[in-house]
């Protein structure tokens, strides 16, 4: 067994006196991009977006390019058909991801930037979120059961300097007759990781494991037993919303989802990549 192709991201947001800087970094064996902007911390508004290539296939030089069209952008919940319309012509599909990936952070900087958003106090932000998220994954599923109010999990109201950190990787370790890939994900509030085999062939799922190491509430948790349910299916027929449906829908983990649709993805650049 040896690793044979690996893929990193970090996205972090900082509030640096009245502006947020968000950047989002993404460095594989084959590329090295970051998608950075300027966001105000009130109105989630993009003040400065730019997209940064230092390594790529075909590129000889680092550059970076200001993104004009994503200027007066929420970067909030919604923006996703605004992302694709500016994004979608560049030539690098990577970019609209990278971007996501930082309004993502946004959003979860918004834990600490509640009274900037002009709400009255954590509560209201609590429910504002219960209200939001409802049935949308295994803890907004099961507000009934949880133990642990966000705010219990995180520990503190307030929070100063960089708000929020993500990274996330993927190793393909490569055997003679199937492929391992490992997944991480670990950030200011959650720690998850998986293991997929998959047939060097087709990419049939062999086994799926996934586990959840620290999140809002031990509830979260049992969404791993949803990983079960992806053995013998090809991911790379799939997508995400398919994906999703097996790994519990409303009851699983979007994390857990993140990282096995991330590594059907690994598992298909590194046959690309191999090919060529």
């Known amino acids: 067994m040896h690793c044979a192709y690996q893929r990193f991201w970090h996205s972090s947001v900082r509030l640096d006196k009245d502006e947020l800087v968000v950047e989002a970094t993404y460095c594989s064996t084959d590329q090295e991009l970051c998608a950075r902007m300027i966001v105000d911390p009130e109105s989630f508004i993009v003040r400065q977006?730019?997209?940064?290539?230092?390594?790529?296939?075909?590129?000889?030089?680092?550059?970076?390019?200001?993104?004009?069209g994503l200027e007066g952008m929420t970067a909030y919940f919604g923006c996703g058909k605004k992302l694709r319309e500016v994004l979608s012509p560049m030539q690098f599909p990577e970019a609209k991801d990278l971007f996501a990936e930082g309004v993502r952070g946004v959003v979860q900087s918004e834990t600490f930037l509640w009274e900037n958003r002009g709400y009255a106090g954590t509560k209201e932000y609590e429910n504002y979120w219960y209200d939001l998220y409802d049935g949308a994954?295994?803890?907004?599923?099961?507000?009934?059961?949880?133990?642990?109010?966000?705010?219990?999990?995180?520990?503190?109201?307030?929070?100063?300097?960089?708000?929020?950190?993500?990274?996330?990787?993927?190793?393909?370790?490569?055997?003679?007759?199937?492929?391992?890939?490992?997944?991480?994900?670990?950030?200011?509030?959650?720690?998850?990781?998986?293991?997929?085999?998959?047939?060097?062939?087709?990419?049939?799922?062999?086994?799926?494991?996934?586990?959840?190491?620290?999140?809002?509430?031990?509830?979260?948790?049992?969404?791993?037993?949803?990983?079960?349910?992806?053995?013998?299916?090809?991911?790379?027929?799939?997508?995400?919303?398919?994906?999703?449906?097996?790994?519990?829908?409303?009851?699983?983990?979007?994390?857990?989802?993140?990282?096995?649709?991330?590594?059907?993805?690994?598992?298909?650049?590194?046959?690309?990549?191999?090919?060529?």
């Open 49 to 68: 977006a730019w997209w940064e290539v230092y390594r790529a296939p075909g590129e000889d030089y680092p550059r970076i390019t200001k993104i004009p």
């Open 137 to 276: 994954c295994r803890y907004y599923s099961n507000t009934d059961r949880v133990t642990n109010k966000w705010y219990d999990h995180v520990g503190y109201t307030h929070r100063s300097g960089t708000l929020f950190n993500r990274m996330k990787s993927q190793f393909l370790y490569q055997r003679k007759k199937d492929a391992l890939i490992v997944g991480h994900l670990h950030d200011s509030f959650h720690s998850v990781a998986i293991e997929l085999e998959l047939e060097n062939g087709e990419g049939k799922i062999i086994s799926a494991k996934g586990e959840i190491l620290r999140a809002p509430d031990p509830v979260c948790a049992e969404a791993a037993v949803f990983m079960d349910t992806l053995k013998g299916v090809f991911p790379l027929e799939m997508g995400k919303k398919e994906l999703a449906i097996l790994l519990g829908g409303g009851n699983g983990c979007v994390h857990l989802i993140d990282l096995v649709f991330d590594g059907a993805k690994t598992f298909s650049l590194y046959r690309e990549r191999e090919k060529y």
